[in-house]
T-cell receptor, first 114, second 114 residues
Framework: AQSVTQPDIHITVSEGASLELRCNYSYGATPYLFWYVQSPGQGLQLLLKYFSGDTLVQGIKGFEAEFKRSQSSFNLRKPSVHWSDAAEYFC????????????FGTGTRLQVFP | EAQVTQNPRYLITVTGKKLTVTCSQNMNHEYMSWYRQDPGLGLRQIYYSMNVEVTDKGDVPEGYKVSRKEKRNFPLILESPSPNQTSLYFCASLGTGGSDYGYTFGSGTRLTVV
């Protein structure tokens, strides 16, 4: 069965530092991949998505992600974190084109120190 | 504005008292889905619907019902809520138009069952 793993439950960084959030998926073919952000008390906002083509995708708020087929990974990065980036981040995958089911990882909570 | 509207945003109820969470989308999407979000578990699919009068179980359907009598609405029904259904619920609809493929989420419903 398809699955998504976010190995880091909680990450703390200083404002201005770089950030990388890890995501690994389990699926035989190339899935549709997504990153969402959830600020405290808020809903889900799409940061970026990957379907095919260029393996480095740019998203909103200065985020980017790189698809690496050989590692089954889709890690999220930002060169310089802002205090407003403190939130929970979810990686998600659609791995079955028959059901269009969106499968989420368990999330990574990002804390930003000034 | 394209959106998914859920109501209510917050709900506190007592064990066993039937409740309905409404969900409506204005994008003419065929596919809709309900998720629940719990700490450490990410979002898990409860039910989904691929079109009017077509619904199916997701990963955690026990204790829930849904209906899809018209394309825009997909209510979630808890016939006899229990405390273990205390959670944050999200409704979503799926757009499948090529590069626009992706889910639109509602703002969420925070349910507390006492």
């Amino acid at each position: 069965a398809q699955s998504v793993t976010q190995p880091d439950i909680h990450i703390t960084v200083s404002e201005g530092a770089s950030l990388e959030l890890r995501c690994n998926y389990s699926y035989g073919a190339t899935p549709y991949l997504f990153w969402y952000v959830q600020s405290p008390g808020q809903g889900l906002q799409l940061l970026l998505k990957y379907f095919s083509g260029d393996t480095l995708v740019q998203g909103i708020k200065g985020f980017e992600a790189e698809f690496k087929r050989s590692q089954s990974s889709f890690n999220l990065r930002k060169p310089s974190v802002h205090w407003s980036d403190a939130a929970e981040y979810f990686c998600a995958v659609v791995g079955s084109y028959n059901t269009d089911k969106l499968i989420f990882g368990t999330g990574t909570r990002l804390q930003v120190f000034p | 504005e394209a959106q998914v509207t859920q109501n209510p945003r917050y709900l506190i109820t007592v064990t066993g008292k039937k409740l309905t969470v409404t969900c409506s989308q204005n994008m003419n999407h065929e596919y809709m889905s309900w998720y629940r979000q719990d700490p450490g578990l990410g979002l898990r699919q409860i039910y989904y619907s691929m079109n009017v009068e077509v619904t199916d179980k997701g990963d955690v359907p026990e204790g829930y019902k849904v209906s899809r009598k018209e394309k825009r609405n997909f209510p979630l029904i808890l016939e006899s809520p229990s405390p273990n259904q205390t959670s944050l619920y999200f409704c979503a609809s799926l757009g499948t138009g090529g590069s626009d493929y992706g889910y639109t989420f509602g703002s969420g419903t925070r349910l507390t069952v006492v």
